[in-house]
């Protein structure tokens, strides 16, 4: 168990320096556009030795989220600043950073943003390391197809996860209903392996993910053949192996697919260090 405290840093959001904050105190006001609409975009990024890993992916992601929910664009130097002091004073060892960007009150209009390092849930751990019992399940509402953001408005996909969790599973993987095509996790990309083959999800909708971005560059120049391509369940059943990738959780294998079960490939670890390294070039 890691008990250490959250830390916290304000980002100001028309300059000035990024400003820690006790984290058992309150700090979002009942009228903040999160509280009230799920309004307001995110990162969560993984912390190495020291450092947040694909920092400049997750900071043109949240960039790109931010001119999509039309929010002024924010800075790199100020973001980074906060990151590095929350990391310095979190301390050694894997954890979990995420960078909070709200619309703001509607009494100031003023946006409200912070970073929070912290450690990594259990269960992420756990699962790691154990691999995730999948449902498959149509994604009920459409994403804007053209640049999606990575809003905070995830009620609808908790929902959805907690309806898996009583159903025996463990995460949940969406199919678009118009076409039935595989879409993403609740929180990860989908990618598969089979021989030297890296296959993920490309229909509208999908979250660009970082992670996947990062091994499939990193998978290429090692000699692996990595491509987007429209995918069905039935493509993911033929594969050798199914994981589940994103930002914190790295790299978690699916073993069950709704009713398919998959055996663990003979190259899992060659698989695990692949996306290791890709995390860390
Ligand atoms: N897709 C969705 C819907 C997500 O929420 C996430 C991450 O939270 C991802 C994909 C994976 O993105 P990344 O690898 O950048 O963490």
């Given at each position: 168990m890691n008990n250490k405290q959250p830390v916290i840093y304000i980002v100001e959001p028309y300059g000035g320096s990024a400003r820690w904050h006790n984290p058992n105190l309150p700090?979002?006001?009942?009228?903040?556009?999160?509280?009230?609409?799920?309004d307001g975009v995110f990162e969560s990024l993984l912390v190495r030795d020291g450092h947040p890993v694909n920092l400049q992916r997750h900071f043109e992601r949240f960039s790109n989220s931010a001119e999509v929910m039309d929010l002024a664009a924010p800075s790199f130097e100020?973001?980074?600043?906060?990151?590095?002091?929350?990391i310095a004073e979190y301390g050694d060892g894997e954890a979990k950073c995420t960078w909070t960007?709200?619309?703001?009150?509607?009494?100031?209009?003023?946006?409200?943003?912070?970073?929070?390092?912290?450690p990594i849930a259990e269960e992420v751990l756990h699962q790691r390391e154990k691999g995730v019992k999948a449902?498959?399940?149509?994604?009920?509402?459409?994403?804007?197809?053209?640049?999606?953001?990575?809003?905070?408005?995830?009620?609808?996909t908790m929902a959805t996860m907690r309806q898996a969790l009583k159903k025996g599973f463990d995460d949940v993987i969406f199919t678009d209903?118009?076409?039935?095509?595989?879409?993403?996790?609740?929180?990860?990309?989908?990618?598969?392996?089979?021989?030297?083959?890296?296959?993920?999800?490309?229909?509208?909708?999908?979250?660009?993910?970082?992670t996947q971005a990062a091994l499939f560059e990193h998978a290429t120049a090692e000699g692996w053949r990595c491509k987007s391509k429209e995918m069905t369940i039935k493509d993911l059943e033929g594969a050798d192996s199914v994981w589940l990738v994103s930002s914190v959780r790295v790299a978690t294998r699916v073993k069950q697919l709704g009713g398919h079960k998959f055996k663990a490939p003979d190259n899992e670890q060659e698989i695990r260090d692949l996306i290791d390294a890709a995390l860390n070039s």
């Open positions: 700090m979002v006001f009942f009228d903040d556009a999160v509280v009230t609409r799920g100020k973001w980074e600043e906060a990151t590095s002091l929350a960007y709200t619309r703001g009150r509607k009494s100031t209009g003023h946006p409200s943003c912070w970073v929070v390092v912290q449902h498959v399940t149509e994604r009920g509402w459409l994403v804007p197809a053209d640049l999606p953001a990575k809003t905070l408005n995830y009620a609808a209903p118009r076409t039935g095509n595989v879409l993403e996790g609740a929180t990860s990309t989908v990618v598969s392996f089979k021989g030297k083959k890296l296959r993920t999800p490309a229909s509208p909708g999908i979250l660009p993910g970082t």
